[in-house]
């Protein structure tokens, strides 16, 4: 009796660890593999563009990016005069 519980949990522990090793690789370089483009590309048309952005354009790209974290993300420039 006791060798057939440790025959079935051997067992069990084979099957498992050759489940393990069925997993195929997942690198980056696959098929498959979605690469992502470049962001200044954007999506198309859209009511959420930023006025005087150029899709495609990446030095306007990168002068929407410095004027939003210069006037819309920085409390200092937003709040205005100090009391």
Do not use: H, I
């Not at 498992?16 to 483009?37: F, I, R, Y």
């Not at 563009?49 to 410095?66: F, H, I, M, Y």
């Amino acid at each position: 009796m006791m060798q057939q519980g440790f025959f079935r949990v051997t067992l069990v522990a084979a099957a498992l660890a050759l489940v393990a090793c069925g997993e195929a690789p997942q690198d980056l370089t696959g098929q498959g593999v979605k690469q992502d483009g470049a962001p200044y590309a954007g999506v198309g048309s859209s009511q959420y563009a930023q006025t005087g952005w150029k899709v495609g354009d990446k030095a306007s790209w990168e002068q929407q990016l410095k004027a939003r974290a210069q006037y819309g993300q920085n409390d200092y420039t937003r709040m205005g005069t100090q009391p």
